[in-house]
């Protein structure tokens, strides 16, 4: 069990960047592969990273040449920069995980992961 807490939204310009962190309780956090979500007003949660417990990732078409996530198991945090930022981002985010025992394996649909955090909200001005 972990509990995630996502930190690093806030308002932007578009063209600006912001990192968000999700922070994870507990010693176990190695044994999670880790994604990021987005979900806008009336719209379906999409999936936008994610990170193996290896470092592997994952990014969506629709993010991949903007933004990066990475994951920094000694202070139990994984990121996402996200950079050039687009009033279409606009969203609130989402930390999830799941634990796995295969090092190398990343999820990337929303039903594959067990843990959310509560999500933080990421408005991009035009």
């Known amino acids: 069990q972990v509990q995630l807490v996502e930190s690093g939204g806030g308002l932007v310009q578009a063209g600006g960047s912001l990192r968000l962190s999700c922070a994870a309780s507990?010693?176990?956090?190695?044994?999670?592969?880790m994604g990021w979500f987005r979900q806008a007003p009336g719209k379906e949660r999409e999936f936008v990273a994610a990170?193996?417990?290896?470092?592997?990732?994952n990014v969506a078409n629709s993010v991949k040449e903007r933004f990066i996530i990475s994951r920094d198991n000694a202070k139990n945090t994984v990121y996402l920069q996200m950079n050039s930022l687009k009033p279409e981002d606009t969203a609130v985010y989402y930390c999830?995980?799941?634990?796995?025992?295969?090092?190398?394996?990343?999820?990337?649909?929303?039903?594959?992961?067990?843990?959310w955090g509560q999500g933080t909200q990421v408005t991009v001005s035009s």
């Open positions: 990170i193996s417990r290896g470092g592997g990732t």
């Open positions: 507990g010693r176990t956090f190695s044994s999670y592969a």
């Open positions: 999830a995980a799941d634990a796995v025992s295969n090092i190398w394996v990343v999820f990337t649909a929303r039903s594959e992961y067990e843990y």
